[in-house]
């Protein structure tokens, strides 16, 4: 039996074929939800990635079985992948809106959610390939561990065996055996009544040839035998005996059997012959209409199925001539940005290698405004575009200003900054190190924008992509290359033209109370001026009042002083008139004898 099932199936299409007619797998309890079972094999002996699986659509199984070289390095991993977009691509040609895929490994999941990072093209063409799906048709991951006896999980398994070729065993034989049972003992009915027809005509032959030795052997009981000598003859109808002599005998016999016998005998095998021929030709033709029915059913569903095929074609011919189409201007346009590109890099380094570093910054913010001036007549006439000289209150400055307004009305302003090195450059730079002294150059300068122009960081894919939001750094700001410097700008003012509308109406409604706001302006500049010459009135007279009242404190301190000085000096002029030499020799007794000698002498 299981020759039946699996060794006769030498292609895939072939075993497709088979099992969109014949498969008959389990029905499940979420039979009410599409869903798909897929999982993915490789055959390292001949380098083949291959996925099997099956899709459930309220019952209806669309078996899915795909293998091809891998160049990808991926082993049984790709064949998961391109299972799984398999899949899905079904279910969108089906218009189903609600998928769930189970899978056996963790990859489908973690790539399609977003929490494994998708590190080469194959994962990342997966990867967004789900997430474009997903706008479209809501699909629920679940996981199932392998080989523990889920039966959509095996049957997956055994289909990605055969499509790269691994041979199963007998357990996996004999579920594939259980799954297509029906379908086998139907062949085998065919079979067998096939057989009974045959059996049938064969029947017929075998009667017929009964039929003409039963005449014979009636033809020859007529002639009786005794030993080898001939000794009577009886009669077919009398049944009468009678004797005959050998010579009699032998006319008798040449004569019988030369006239009536062969006679008898020819019209017997005519009629035979006949009859047999008719039956034949009753159960050829017979034989022919079940034949002719049989190909007239099968010619038809061949031709329904080549049309559906053929339509088929003709749709994915249809959407294959517009993918190449689309491809071709893709890989067209992707040439001549890459071309572009690969002058601009070849330029570049050519440039930068000939330069000093100080050089190397200048000449980008040159670029970028030579760049600006090209497109200035056509698409910038009325905007701003200049250096900024203005050193703001915290001693920094941007590179360049870019303003744009209509009507007077500002509705676009962004501060740019360039930022450029060397490839020799010891110290390489990050363009982070810049964010901060550029949202301050921005808030300073009253800007709503800020862009960093650099060529820093060249390996870095996320700078590279061309145009990088950093919005969750900092406010409305953006680090671009500066091949996409007017590109950028062109969809900066587009989207900010929208706003126009909404600007207009504000600066009517500011002219419309600015005389509310100019005399409350007014009064409160009046009060503050008020206040402030109250303020200083009132200070200078307390400072006055404050002045005196020291001055009149000072004033009684002198003569309170002067008061002192006049007892002092009344107190010294007393002791002044009460001295004499007898009171200043007192206790001196060498002061005394000096002056009585004194007084000798006069």
């Not at 080989?147 to 499509?163: C, R, S």
């Not at 010579?247 to 017997?268: C, G, H, P």
């Not at 590109?487 to 005389?515: H, P, W, Y």
């Amino acid at each position: 039996m299981s020759d039946v099932v699996i060794d006769k199936f030498s292609t895939i299409n072939k075993l497709m074929d088979f099992l969109s007619n014949h498969l008959v797998i389990p029905s499940d309890d979420i039979s009410n939800v599409p869903y798909v079972y897929i999982d993915g094999s490789y055959n390292s002996e001949t380098n083949t990635w291959g996925y099997g699986g099956f899709l459930d659509v309220n019952g209806r199984r669309y078996p899915m079985i795909g293998q091809g070289k891998d160049v990808s390095k991926l082993r049984n991993v790709y064949g998961e992948i391109m299972g799984c977009m398999t899949a899905v691509k079904q279910a969108q040609s089906l218009g189903i809106k609600h998928l769930v895929i189970y899978y056996d490994y963790n990859g489908i999941e973690g790539w399609a959610a977003q929490n494994w990072k998708a590190k080469n093209s194959y994962t990342k063409a997966y990867k967004d390939f789900i997430t474009n799906a997903g706008k479209k048709i809501k699909i629920i991951f679940k996981k199932v561990t392998s080989h523990t006896g889920v039966i959509g999980n095996e049957i997956a398994d055994i289909m990605a065996k055969f499509a790269v070729g691994i041979a199963l065993d007998n357990k996996q034989k004999a579920l594939w055996n259980d799954l297509v049972q029906i379908s086998i003992d139907d062949m085998q009915n065919i079979n067998q009544t096939m057989e009974r027809d045959n059996e049938s005509v064969q029947e017929m032959i075998v009667s017929s040839e009964s039929e003409f030795d039963d005449i014979i052997q009636d033809k020859q009981n007529i002639i009786i035998k005794d030993g080898d000598e001939l000794r009577s003859i009886i009669c077919p109808n009398c049944h009468t005996k009678i004797d005959v002599d050998e010579s009699d005998y032998q006319a008798l016999i040449k004569q019988v059997r030369t006239e009536e016998f062969d006679s008898d005998v020819n019209e017997k095998v005519d009629l035979i012959k006949s009859q047999l021929e008719a039956k034949f030709e009753v159960a050829e033709t017979e034989f022919k209409n079940k034949i002719h029915n049989m190909e007239l059913e099968h010619e038809i569903a061949l031709e329904k199925a080549v049309a559906d095929k053929k339509l088929e074609l003709e749709a994915m011919n249809f959407k294959l001539l517009n993918s190449k189409n689309e491809i071709d201007n893709q890989r067209q346009t992707f040439e001549s940005m890459l071309r572009l590109k690969d002058e601009q890099i070849d330029y570049y380094k050519d440039f930068k290698a000939k330069q000093s570093t100080k050089m190397i910054g200048e000449s980008l913010e040159q670029y970028c405004l030579n760049e600006f001036n090209k497109h200035r007549a056509g698409a910038f006439r009325s905007a701003y575009f200049e250096k900024d000289n203005e050193v703001s209150k915290s001693g920094s400055k941007g590179d360049f200003i870019f303003r744009d307004s209509i009507d007077n009305i500002e509705y676009l302003s962004i501060m740019f900054e360039m930022k450029n090195e060397s490839d020799t450059t010891v110290t390489k730079h990050k363009n982070e190190e810049f964010f901060k002294e550029l949202d301050k150059d921005r808030r300073e300068k009253n800007c709503e924008y800020a862009v960093l122009v650099s060529m820093l960081e060249s390996d870095n894919d996320f700078y590279n992509q061309g145009i990088a939001d950093v919005s969750h750094r900092y406010e409305k700001m953006y680090v671009i290359r500066p091949q996409f410097f007017i590109s950028f700008i062109t969809m900066l003012r587009n989207a900010s033209m929208n706003s126009i509308g909404v600007r207009r109406e504000l600066v009517k409604i500011q002219q419309e109370n600015f005389d509310v706001v100019k005399f409350m302006d007014n009064l409160e500049e009046f009060k503050t001026k008020f206040s402030r010459n109250y303020s200083l009135a009132e200070q200078r007279f307390n400072d006055a009042i404050t002045n005196i009242d020291k001055t009149i404190d000072y004033l009684q301190k002198v003569r309170d002083a002067l008061s002192v000085s006049t007892k002092h000096l009344s107190a010294a002029n007393k002791q002044a008139q009460d001295l004499t030499i007898k009171k200043l020799t007192r206790d001196n007794p060498t002061m005394i004898e000096k002056f009585k000698d004194a007084d000798g002498l006069l």
